[in-house]
Antibody
Framework: EVQLLESGGGLVQPGGSLRLSCAAS????????MSWVRQAPGKGLEWVSG????????FYVDSVKGRFTISRDNSMNTLYLQMNSLRAEDTAVYYC????????WGQGTLVTVSS | DVVMTQSPLSLPVTLGQPASISCRSS???????????LNWFQQRPGQSPRRLIY???NRDSGVPDRFSGSGSGTDFTLIISRVEAEDVGVYYC?????????FGQGTKVEIK
């Protein structure tokens, strides 16, 4: 059974940083493309970033380019999202998602950017 | 970016009756491999999204057969043949052909 467990969310001031983690199990992580999708409170879904299984390709939505960095540690079966220069509009639940077609989702971790 | 437009945004339905949600994309979703990567998701209140349908019409494991997807090119439809109480929630379409991936605004299904 695929399991994705996010952690690292919390309250941070505007301009601050956070690193999210996603611990994966139940599948061959190193072969899998992985992504982050977020959902602002009461709003819809937004694809934030993706990382290919072979590490050759990364993708970002324009609103986070230059501020967020996706990475992975295949030896630890863990996906990361380093978020810098955070803004109020980055406040959202961040979901870890497996494969380019979002076949499996974690339970999410809440990031709140506020002073 | 590819814009995904869903309609309606709110859908009150009677238990046991059908429900239909439309999703249109601003560009063709046919990928170079010949596949059309249009997916449907259900998000029940307080839960993470769950994929129901992938590549237009393929049901994910465990998804009841009252859910079906159809369409091609830029026009797609999700149909619930007979709505049950557990189907209440928000439904999203998502295109998986172009970068960045994009979602529709969501359609809230509720019981009349």
């Amino acid at each position: 059974e695929v399991q994705l467990l996010e952690s690292g969310g919390g309250l941070v001031q505007p301009g601050g940083s956070l690193r999210l983690s996603c611990a994966a199990s139940g599948f061959t992580f190193s072969y899998s493309t992985m992504s982050w999708v977020r959902q602002a409170p009461g709003k819809g879904l937004e694809w934030v970033s993706g990382f290919s299984g072979n590490g050759l390709s990364t993708f970002y939505v324009d609103s986070v380019k230059g501020r967020f960095t996706i990475s992975r540690d295949n030896s630890m079966n863990t996906l990361y999202l380093q978020m810098n220069s955070l803004r109020a509009e980055d406040t959202a639940v961040y979901y870890c998602v497996k494969d380019w077609q979002a076949g499996d989702w974690g339970q999410g971790t809440l990031v709140t950017v506020s002073s | 970016d590819v814009v995904m437009t869903q309609s309606p945004l709110s859908l009150p339905v009677t238990l046991g009756q059908p429900a239909s949600i439309s999703c249109r994309s601003s560009q063709s979703l046919v990928y170079s491999d010949g596949n059309t990567y249009l997916n449907w998701f259900q998000q029940r209140p307080g839960q993470s999204p769950r994929r129901l349908i992938y590549k237009v019409s393929n049901r994910d494991s465990g998804v009841p057969d009252r859910f079906s997807g159809s369409g091609s090119g830029t026009d797609f439809t999700l149909i619930i043949s007979r709505v049950e109480a557990e189907d209440v929630g928000v439904y999203y379409c998502m295109q998986g052909t172009h970068w960045p991936r994009t979602f529709g605004q969501g359609t809230k299904v509720e019981i009349k």
